[in-house]
């Protein structure tokens, strides 16, 4: 199975609540990445786990949060969402030692 | 700033022609260079890809050349085909490791039959 999964596919969320998107691969892949993606504008990366090691880039790291309990689950956190958090997320992992990223569908995730 | 830049929004060719995808990028510690291919409604998947010990790389009607130097790359597309029509998206990371990757925009691609 090489599909990366990702729930819920459509989230609808208020201002300053907090929304949790989840993401599970059975490859058995060493790297799940985050990326948000807006409207003409490419995705970007917000944050990836390298095994159990948490990167997350430097001009999102106080908005989201992530967690992976184990190799084929990892979340992406949001403690109060704000509108401009509304846009896509997609969910990806990679081979271990290698490059190709598979992506899941994504989550299109609005805040009212 | 963006790290990976691709500068054409959109490009139209017509069916059998050639077409050169360009991509330019920030960090000269990349090492590791991709093209993906995304239809509407559907998520990126790999196309094809490059690491930088090599500058060049092919797969069937689809080139990856890398310029090092110039801190680009391009994707050449011979004897177009109308399911060839979609977005294009660049991609660049470095392995330091913790494989961060950066992707461009895209450009969207259509081909007239």
């Known amino acids: 199975d090489t599909t990366v999964k990702q729930n819920p596919r459509y989230k609808l969320a208020r201002v300053g609540k907090p929304v949790n998107l989840i993401c599970s691969q059975t490859?058995?892949?060493?790297?799940m990445y985050w990326y948000q993606k807006k409207p003409n504008q490419a995705p970007k990366l917000l944050l990836f786990?390298?095994?159990?090691?948490?990167?997350r880039e430097a001009d999102t790291f106080e908005k989201f949060q992530s967690s992976r309990p184990n190799n084929s689950f990892c979340s992406l956190y949001i403690g109060s969402a704000g509108l401009e958090y509304s846009a896509m997320y997609l969910c990806?992992?990679?081979?271990?030692?290698?490059?190709?990223?598979?992506f899941g569908p994504g989550t299109r995730l609005t805040v009212l | 700033g963006q790290q990976v830049k691709q500068s054409s929004p959109s490009l139209t060719v017509q069916e059998g022609g050639i077409l050169i995808l360009n991509c330019d990028y920030e960090?000269?510690?990349?090492?590791?260079f991709a093209w993906y291919k995304k239809y509407p409604d559907n998520s990126p998947t790999l196309l094809i890809s490059?690491?930088?010990?090599?500058d060049k790389r092919e797969d069937g009607r689809f080139t990856v050349f890398l310029n090092k130097s110039g801190k680009h790359f391009s994707l050449h597309i011979t004897a177009s085909q109308p399911e060839d029509t979609a977005v294009y998206l660049c991609?660049?990371?470095?392995?330091?490791?913790?494989?961060?990757?950066?992707f461009g925009k895209g450009t969207s691609l259509t081909v007239i039959p």
């Open positions: 960090n000269d510690m990349f090492d590791y």
């Open positions: 786990y390298y095994d159990k090691i948490l990167n």
């Open positions: 490859m058995n892949h060493d790297t």
């Open positions: 490059v690491r930088s010990n090599v």
């Open positions: 990806a992992s990679s081979t271990p030692g290698g490059r190709e990223q598979y």
């Open positions: 991609a660049a990371g470095s392995n330091t490791g913790y494989q961060n990757f950066y």
